[in-house]
């Protein structure tokens, strides 16, 4: 177990809909990383937030957005869902901005 | 672009050794990383070389060439649950973003 919560495990969608996805961190981990895992691919990495702020931003579509609350969880909301967005979602967490990271064990969503 | 190369499958026996190779190129680089993820699970983190050579932990190895955009995880005394994907990653910027490479999908016969 890596500290790393992710919730829910399994979500079924369909399209057209909106989801929030909700990470929480390992205790004392400022740094959470989002990323997208589609069937047998290597992860994408989505976004990274740091203490509540953005701080680096990869290949995330419009229709996401992700945010890092004072408690510092996070949640990553995906709207107008289409087929394509079904995948894993993982958040990591890291104490700080440049030590290595644990995931979470994911979120499979599968838009139908 | 950026992109990491990895062989898709390698399959080997049970105690043997593996190696599994992975060329970069992106347009930064501050190290290699290792992961091992499977079936429906969440990556581990394995290893990470920032620095040219070879590091050990126990039947796991990593190594890296930096001037030759390339490095392998050696893979010793193979056991069953060894089977599983393994990710090289590339470390390019100082925010611990990481480039993926699609994975190599290790199957260990008896």
């Known amino acids: 177990d890596s500290g790393v919560t992710q919730t829910p495990k399994h979500l079924i969608t369909a399209t057209g809909q909106r989801v929030t996805l909700r990470c929480s961190p390992r205790?004392?981990?400022?740094?959470v990383y989002w990323y997208q895992q589609s069937l047998d691919q290597g992860l994408q990495f989505l976004i990274q937030?740091?203490?509540?702020?953005?701080?680096a931003k990869g290949n995330i579509l419009e229709r996401f957005s992700a945010q890092q609350f004072p408690d510092l969880h996070s949640e990553l909301n995906l709207s107008s869902l289409e087929l394509g967005d079904s995948a894993l979602y993982f958040c990591a967490s890291s104490v700080s901005q440049n030590t290595e990271a644990f995931f979470g064990q994911g979120t499979r969503l599968t838009v139908v | 672009g950026q992109s990491l190369e990895q062989p898709s499958e390698v399959t080997a026996v049970e105690g043997a050794i593996v190696q599994i190779n992975c060329t970069y190129q992106t347009s930064g680089f501050y190290g290699l990383s290792w992961y091992q993820q499977h079936d429906g699970g969440a990556p581990t983190f394995l290893s990470y070389?920032?620095l040219d050579g070879l590091e050990e932990t126990g039947r796991f190895s990593s190594f890296l060439s930096r001037s030759d955009s390339y490095g392998y995880l050696l893979l010793q005394e193979l056991q069953m649950k060894d089977s599983a994907s393994y990710f090289c990653a590339v470390r390019v910027d100082s925010n611990y973003q990481l480039i993926w490479g699609a994975g190599t999908k290790l199957i260990i016969k008896p």
């Open positions: 070389n920032a």
């Open positions: 937030y740091y203490n509540g702020e953005e701080r």
């Open positions: 205790s004392g981990d400022l740094s």
